[in-house]
Structures are given as structure tokens and as C-alpha cells.
């Protein structure tokens, strides 16, 4: 087998820098989508880099100042004292398809990326150097960076405002229909909009408030495909509460088995309407932020899941690394890591939180989180679930109070809904339609 060279694309890659020399503006579109080692050869990225600092500089950059680069940084030997720069502008004819040659020189550049990595694992792999587990990690880490297109970072005030008009018009457009993901609660859903894509979204409430069942029916709201992770509960039970939720029939004569025959068709009406979307369950015990970022990413991957449901940010273990750390880092690890993945993802993650004992009986504030610093810092929107009839018996058992404390993209305040206990329901108060 002769040698094999990795994939490139010299043509293009003189295209690119041919065209640049005639067309210098257009480097403001092209220097979000290539880097100087998207190139393959020296002399490439050389000259790409020299573009990138005349131009920074308001200079030309035509063949005569890119030689006075080449000469002043004693370069100049490496394209052949400037005569490949005129070579390259003569051979350009126009710039006219520099976009579709930038693309294809990113593609080779992923596809010898691909193949350094993957030449990588295969050393550690021999070497032992990781568990076989740490190793898919990385593996699917580094190989989903690759695939995320590069966003553009530099923008005018004008393009800035000109996005933002565009997003408006938008939602102008929906008619009053939601940007963003359902809740199923319409004055919660005023408030957020919805679940965002690359936010982070906190709902925190003390024990026995609801908050388990509170993320299950925005789940079941939720008809696009999602993912829940469970370090609360074992699949069979959200199995069992996401049944009562959608049938309407009692959990507690799913447990007993003193269901009536209309109960059983309701069950099996809401087992058929649901076993069609795509949900996927991470049932375990304490999971590391690790375990939790493959398994989303996996799903993102091969599911296509739109938002994660995490239930709960205490209960998710740090790296192993950070097994030293206090509770208070460990949990803003956690937190680091679940932004993260909403935005490397770009889909909302709704987590669960716990709140302290200083908050028994009341609504709880941002403050009360447990270990709350991080979670107020890295969280879009903190959420705090609260039933004025737990503490007091003379309040209405079936309002649940819903405390927007934080939200990074308007509005906050309190929501109340519902709360139907036999079937663990938050639903919108009695005159709201949907």
C-alpha cells in the first residue's frame, strides 16, 4: 500500500488566497469560517495569517504588500521572494466563489482533524493510557466538536440590533404562539417564552413541593423529542408517573391495582400516545457530569433530542479528579458543565435543584439553593416551586406557586397553577385555555 496523503485541496486553497488579493472584503465573511490551520500547506497558512494582519490594519493586500510582509518578517524565502503571491493573483480570475472554496478547504481540515484524533485514541488505546469508558468519552467529545459549525463572534452594534429585529419579527410571525419550547403552563410561558435553545433553566423547591412532578409534566408537554436524566427516581417509577399524568387515572390505584376498567383505557390511551415520541430515560444513581454529558450528546447525536430534563443538579457527581473538592465546587462543577452542554448542544437543559431548610414554609428565593452561588451565576433562569398548602392548612391545597426569580431575557414574577395530587398535575388555573 503506498503512503497515503491526508485530504486537502491545494486548488481551493489558492482559489481562497488568489480571490482575497482581489476581493480584500471578503475576508470579514471568511475569517469566521477558516483559521490559519484549516490550510495544508506552510506557505498557505503564511499567507493567510499576513492577510489577516494587513487587512487588521486597514493595509491592501495585494501581491506587493504581501511581499513587504514576507520581506519585513524575513519570510520571504518561503513563497519564493513574493513571486507565488502574483502567481496566485494572476491565476485568480474572480472572487466571485470564494465562499463554496473556503467551504471545502474547512471539510478537509475536519477530515485530517478526524484522523489525527482517531489516530490518537488508538495510541492511548495500546498505551492503556485511559479506561476504555474514559476513551469513548473523549472520543465523542472531540469528534461533536468537530461537526458544531463555528460561530461568527464580531459583530457591529448595527448587525447586532439588525439580528435582534429579525428575531422580533419572528416572533411577530407565530401569532402569539411561543418561540421557544412549551412549559404547558400559558402564564409561565408568557413569562420565559419557553424553553430556549442554549439556556440553562433552574427549578428549585424544597422536598415533597412537587418539583420531580413538575419537571415530568413539562416532559410530557413537550412533544418534541427530549431526554431525562434521572438520579432521583428509577425508570419504572417516572414510567408510572408520566402514565398518571397523561391518563388522568390516580397513581395511587396504579400501585394498588384498583383501577376500573375505564381506568385501564385511559391507561392504555395515554401509553399509545406517547410511545411514539422519542424520550429517552437515564435511570442512575448519582451519575458523574461526565456520564451525563455523553449520554446527552449521544442522544443528541443519534435521537436528535431538542431539551434535556435533569432531575437533580445535587445529586450529579463532579469529575473524579475534583473528588477533594467541597460540596459547594463540586456543585458548581456540575452547573459549569450542564451550561455547557445547552450550548454546545444548543438545546435548553431544565434542571432540578434543592433548596435549604431555611426556606421550610415559605417561597423559596434565588438564595436558598443549596451550594446557590454557581447555580445564581451560570443559570439563564432560576425557577422556585412553591404550595402554600404544605405549611399553611387553611391555604388552598391545589394552588402550586411558580417564582420566576431569574431570567436573563425578561420579565420575572410569580405564576400560580394548579396542583391536582392524585395525579401529580400542574396545570394552568381554571379559564385558561391554551
Not at 493567510?48 to 514576507?70: K, M, S, Y
Not at 413537550?222 to 438520579?231: F, M, V
Not at 406517547?274 to 449521544?298: E, G, H, N, Q
Request: proline share 4%; glycine share 8%; with cysteine.
Amino acid at each position: 500500500m503506498g503512503l497515503r496523503v491526508p485530504p486537502h485541496s491545494i486548488d481551493a486553497e489558492q482559489a481562497v488566497l488568489g480571490g482575497l488579493m482581489l476581493a480584500p472584503d471578503k475576508i470579514e465573511t471568511l475569517a469566521d469560517k477558516l483559521s490559519e490551520q484549516d490550510f495544508y500547506r506552510k506557505d498557505h497558512r503564511m499567507i493567510w495569517r499576513a492577510v489577516l494582519e494587513l487587512t487588521g490594519r486597514g493595509q491592501p493586500c495585494d501581491a506587493v504588500t504581501l511581499g513587504d510582509w514576507f520581506d519585513n518578517n524575513g519570510l520571504s524565502e518561503l513563497i519564493g521572494g513574493g513571486s507565488y503571491c502574483i502567481e496566485l493573483s494572476n491565476n485568480t480570475p474572480s472572487a466571485a466563489n470564494i465562499a463554496a472554496y473556503a467551504q471545502i478547504i474547512r471539510e478537509k481540515s475536519v477530515l485530517r482533524l478526524v484522523i489525527d484524533q482517531a489516530t490518537q485514541l488508538v495510541e492511548s488505546a495500546y498505551g492503556n493510557e485511559s479506561s476504555g469508558v474514559e476513551l469513548v468519552d473523549r472520543g465523542i467529545t472531540q469528534l461533536m466538536a468537530l461537526q458544531k459549525v463555528e460561530a461568527r463572534s464580531e459583530f457591529t452594534l448595527r448587525q447586532a440590533m439588525t439580528m435582534a429585529f429579525a428575531e422580533a419579527e419572528r416572533a411577530k410571525a407565530l401569532g402569539g404562539r411561543i418561540p421557544g419550547i412549551a412549559s404547558g403552563l400559558i402564564d409561565l410561558d408568557r413569562i420565559l417564552g419557553g424553553w430556549h435553545d442554549s439556556d440553562l433553566i433552574v427549578i428549585g423547591a424544597r422536598p415533597a413541593q412537587g418539583k420531580t412532578a413538575a419537571l415530568l409534566n413539562f416532559s410530557t408537554s413537550c412533544s418534541l423529542p427530549s431526554g431525562i436524566i434521572s438520579a432521583e427516581q428509577p425508570a419504572q417509577q417516572i414510567g408510572a408517573r408520566v402514565m398518571s399524568i397523561k391518563s388522568h387515572v390516580p397513581a395511587e390505584r396504579m400501585r394498588n391495582g384498583r383501577f376500573e376498567s375505564h381506568d385501564l383505557r385511559k391507561l392504555e390511551g395515554a401509553v399509545g400516545e406517547l410511545c411514539d415520541r422519542t424520550c429517552l430515560i437515564y435511570d442512575r444513581s448519582s451519575p458523574t457530569i461526565a456520564d451525563v454529558s455523553r449520554m446527552a450528546r449521544k442522544w443528541k447525536q443519534q435521537n436528535g433530542i431538542r431539551v434535556l430534563f435533569v432531575d437533580y443538579i445535587q445529586r450529579i457527581e463532579a469529575s473524579q479528579t475534583r473528588s477533594s473538592a467541597n460540596k459547594a465546587e463540586k456543585v458548581g462543577e456540575v452547573v459549569r458543565g450542564l451550561k455547557n452542554l445547552a450550548r454546545d448542544l444548543e438545546i435548553p437543559v431544565v434542571a432540578l435543584a434543592q433548596v435549604g431548610r431555611q426556606a421550610e414554609g415559605r417561597q423559596p428565593g434565588m438564595g436558598d439553593l443549596s451550594d446557590s452561588s454557581e447555580i445564581e451565576k451560570e443559570a439563564d433562569q432560576i425557577l422556585t416551586l412553591f404550595r402554600p398548602g404544605t405549611a399553611d392548612e387553611n391555604a388552598d391545597d391545589s394552588i402550586a406557586e411558580i417564582d420566576v426569580c431569574k431570567n436573563r431575557h425578561g420579565p420575572t414574577g410569580l405564576v400560580k397553577c394548579t396542583w391536582l395530587k392524585e395525579t401529580m398535575r400542574f396545570v394552568n388555573l381554571p379559564g385558561e385555555n391554551v
